[in-house]
């Protein structure tokens, strides 16, 4: 009897980590505009210099194929890169945010576009919860960042 209960158990934890990234974020997209993004951060408190350095800095998302079920995400700005290695969609990992601070990181896929959530571990972190939703808009990865009811778009054109 513990046998087939065994075997739901394996094949219920395969469906929840079966999902993959879609083929489609796969590349390099680079900043192109933004909408409201001065505003979004201003909302967040950051102050006037944090925001000129954060709205000028170029910026470039990279999505590459790790493993059959892996990806890396490459977040390269003029201020600092991030890098996340073999991340499984809806696994949580410890990452480092832009702030320096170690955050708990999720990736996850609803409704076809991917988010990516941000809980830092360390409560006085410069950076605050955050989730960023991704969309494929024809050839733009289009990111929306939203903060208590202020939206901000940020587009990318594939390279």
Same mark, same amino acid.
């Given at each position: 009897?513990?046998?087939?209960?065994?075997?739901?158990? +394996?094949?219920?934890?395969?469906?929840?980590?079966?999902?993959?990234?879609?083929?489609?974020f796969f590349g390099k997209f680079s900043i192109d505009r933004s909408?409201?993004?001065?505003?979004? @951060?201003?909302?967040?408190?950051? *102050?006037?210099?944090?925001?000129?350095? +954060?709205?000028?800095?170029?910026?470039?998302?990279?999505?590459?194929?790790?493993?059959?079920?892996?990806?890396?995400?490459?977040?390269?700005?003029?201020?600092?890169? @991030?890098h996340y290695k073999n991340i499984v969609l809806g696994q949580e990992?410890? *990452?480092?945010?832009?702030? *320096?601070?170690?955050?708990?990181?999720?990736?996850?896929?609803?409704?076809?576009?991917?988010?990516?959530?941000?809980?830092?571990?360390?409560?006085?972190?410069?950076?605050?919860?955050?989730?960023?939703?991704?969309?494929?808009? *024809?050839?733009?990865? +289009?990111?929306?960042?939203?903060?208590?009811? @202020? +939206?901000?778009?940020?587009?990318?054109?594939?390279?």
């Open positions: 009897a513990s046998l087939p209960l065994l075997c739901l158990l +394996v094949f219920s934890l395969s469906c929840v980590y079966a999902d993959n990234l879609p083929e489609q909408d409201n993004f001065d505003e979004y @951060m201003k909302e967040k408190g950051y *102050g006037w210099f944090t925001r000129r350095l +954060v709205s000028l800095a170029g910026v470039d998302k990279v999505f590459t194929k790790a493993g059959p079920n892996t990806f890396n995400f490459d977040n390269l700005t003029t201020k600092k890169d @991030m990992f410890i *990452g480092e945010g832009l702030d *320096g601070s170690n955050h708990k990181i999720t990736f996850t896929l609803r409704d076809e576009a991917l988010y990516e959530k941000h809980i830092p571990t360390d409560p006085d972190a410069e950076q605050k919860e955050d989730e960023y939703k991704y969309e494929l808009v *024809g050839d733009e990865l +289009v990111q929306t960042l939203e903060f208590n009811g @202020m +939206v901000a778009k940020r587009y990318f054109k594939r390279q």
